[in-house]
């Protein structure tokens, strides 16, 4: 079955950086695009950036743009978002997803990992 398992969250002052990864498996990697999300307590979960299955296309929300990057690994099935500039507002579990980009983009993918936590503290 597909399997989506995100690392490398952890706790960072604002104005640091983390490069979250998720490896895929189960699936034709790169026949998929991937995405990241975040849900912080109490609030719905939001769209933060979208990769195409060839990493040609990316999209981000307005959050993420000018601070984060998506990319992509197809080789090693993986997915990255590279965060910089973090603020306390980035605080949040990040959650990666397969699915068309299509679907991505609408925030309902048919796979999700389990998620990673991001602090950013001042």
Known sequence: QVQLSE???GAVQAGGSLRLSCVASGVTFDSYAMGWF???PGKDREFVAAISW???RTTYADCAKGRFTISRDNAKTTVYLQMNSLKEADTA?????LGSLRLVV?????????GTQVTVSS
């Open 54 to 56: 060839s990493g040609n």
């Open 38 to 40: 975040r849900q912080a």
């Open 93 to 97: 579990a990040y959650h990666c997803a």
């Open 106 to 114: 609408a925030a309902t993918p048919p796979y999700w990992g389990r």
């Open 7 to 9: 690392s490398g969250g």
